[in-house]
């Protein structure tokens, strides 16, 4: 069954070191997601992104993030300088159809630890 | 904007006892909602969803869940639960058409044997 494919599964970083996460969306999906969810906290919207541009992103997604398409498969997730509230695991979803009836299928996360 | 309220962060039940976990949410506009399951080191996995049509929506592994939009709920429901339920259940809501889900806090299902 195709998935959503999540590296690294556990980051850990310096406060102000750059991160990247990657995911892999399922292949045919055409619509891409990035959550978090901090320790004991809500699953939070970030960023959605379709045909190579952001569609949507929440106050969370500030100048410090960015998300990029970079080949045919992967979708990534940068933070720029990173803080220790930044210290979450992020999820990625992708979703293969418009209007209202697709699934956003998740991956199983990346934890990220700020020290 | 919308919100969604869990009233319960733990439900501990007895293994084949039914179940019902609690949502509420709050919308000035048409909603879609979810649930989600996530197993332990796992990703979000979606039991079901209510996008339009008949209120009460039947989802995966015995699971299911009524609309009500005059009381502002979707509860999740199991008529007899296993021990491989035991997970953390997470009700998501969006306006139609989106799918920037606001996610209630989860509720963390314990199975009892």
């Known amino acids: 069954e195709p998935e959503v494919t999540q590296t690294p599964s556990h980051q850990v970083t310096q406060m102000g070191q750059e991160v990247i996460l990657r995911c892999v969306p399922i292949?045919?999906?055409?619509?891409f997601y990035w959550y978090r969810q901090i320790l004991g906290q809500k699953v939070e919207f970030l960023v959605s992104f379709y045909n190579n541009e952001i569609s949507e992103k929440s106050e969370i997604f500030d100048d410090q993030f960015s998300v990029e398409r970079p080949d045919g498969s992967n979708f990534t997730l940068k933070i720029r300088s990173t803080k220790l509230e930044d210290s979450a695991m992020y999820f990625c979803?992708?979703?293969?159809?418009?209007?209202?009836?697709?699934?956003?299928?998740f991956g199983e996360g990346s934890r990220l630890t700020v020290l | 904007a919308q919100s969604v309220t869990q009233l319960d962060s733990q439900v501990p039940v007895f293994e084949e006892a039914p179940v019902e976990l609690r949502c509420n949410y709050s919308s000035s506009v048409s909603v879609y909602l979810f649930w989600y399951v996530q197993y332990p080191n796992q990703g979000l996995q979606l039991l079901l969803k209510?996008?339009?049509?008949?209120?009460l929506v039947k989802g995966i592994n015995g699971f299911e869940a009524e609309f009500n939009k005059s009381q502002t709920s979707f509860h999740l429901r199991k008529p007899s639960v296993h021990i491989s339920d035991t997970a953390e259940y997470f009700c998501?809501?969006?306006?139609?058409?989106?799918?920037?889900?606001?996610f209630g806090k989860g509720t963390k299902l314990s199975v009892i044997p």
């Open positions: 979803a992708s979703r293969r159809t418009s209007g209202g009836t697709g699934e956003l299928f």
């Open positions: 292949s045919n999906h055409l619509y």
């Open positions: 209510y996008l339009s049509g008949s209120t």
């Open positions: 998501a809501v969006t306006r139609a058409g989106s799918y920037q889900l606001t």
